[in-house]
């Protein structure tokens, strides 16, 4: 099953605007994980927010954690034509190696 | 090379044949993750490896699959008598001892005639 919900399913901006993806979970977590898909392609790592962290920035990526709604948000600035993708969160319970719960996903495209 | 290798990439099938679908996770890894992706969905986690032993295969969905890591490092995803609902994308991933992030293969496109 489906830990938790991506908004919106799908996502088309111009190049150079901003671009949010939001998410939310069912239950307590440990981390929450943001990855990347291209078509036909596995998944890429993007960035790991701990459930005692707020934010947390990467590049041009940012993504909030707003733990009591249980929900996160991630936000790629000036976006390029080649982060056309789906974006996908992913959460995990525990510490150490456990198995991630992953959203349906954000299905992003940015116009040239 | 330096990533999780999948292989084959494509394969296609009878329904009612047996699969195996290969994983060669990263090298030093000790955790090894099997998921299932249908289209338009996210990731479906089905059983995952600490060392040679399925630590959780709470996510296999009947007796039909199967996996095994005889050596604590290839791993084997089988599939009896394959059904036309077993079509999906495998992935498979990797992490080190203690934690996150996992990294993914280019997965197994499955599809059974």
């Known amino acids: 099953s489906q830990q938790g919900e991506e908004d919106p399913q799908a996502l088309s901006i111009q190049e150079g605007e901003n671009a949010t993806m939001n998410c939310s979970y069912k239950?307590?977590?440990?981390?929450l994980q943001w990855y990347r898909q291209n078509s036909g392609r596995g998944l890429v790592h993007l960035i790991l927010i701990r459930s005692n962290e707020r934010e947390k920035h990467s590049g041009r990526l940012r993504v909030t954690l707003d733990t009591s709604k249980k929900s996160s948000s991630l936000l790629i600035t000036a976006s390029r034509a080649a982060d056309t993708a789906s974006y996908f969160c992913?959460?995990?319970?525990?510490?150490?190696?456990?198995?991630?719960?992953f959203g349906k996903g954000t299905r992003l495209s940015v116009i040239a | 090379g330096a990533g999780v290798s999948q292989t084959p990439s494509n394969k296609v099938t009878e329904k009612g044949k047996y699969v195996e679908l290969r994983c060669d996770p990263i090298s030093g890894h000790t955790a090894l993750y099997w998921y299932r992706q249908s289209l338009g969905q996210g990731p479906e986690f089905l059983i995952y490896f600490q060392g040679t032993g399925a630590a959780d295969d709470s996510g296999l969905p009947n007796d039909r699959f199967f996996a095994v890591r005889p050596e604590g490092s290839v791993s084997t995803l089988k599939i009896q008598r394959t059904e036309r609902g077993d079509s999906a994308v495998y992935l498979c991933?990797?992490?080190?001892?203690?934690?996150?992030?996992?990294?993914f293969g280019d997965g197994t496109r499955l599809s059974i005639l």
């Open positions: 991933a990797s992490s080190r001892q203690g934690g996150q992030p996992q990294h």
């Open positions: 992913a959460t995990d319970k525990n510490s150490g190696n456990t198995p991630l719960v």
């Open positions: 239950t307590s977590i440990n981390n």
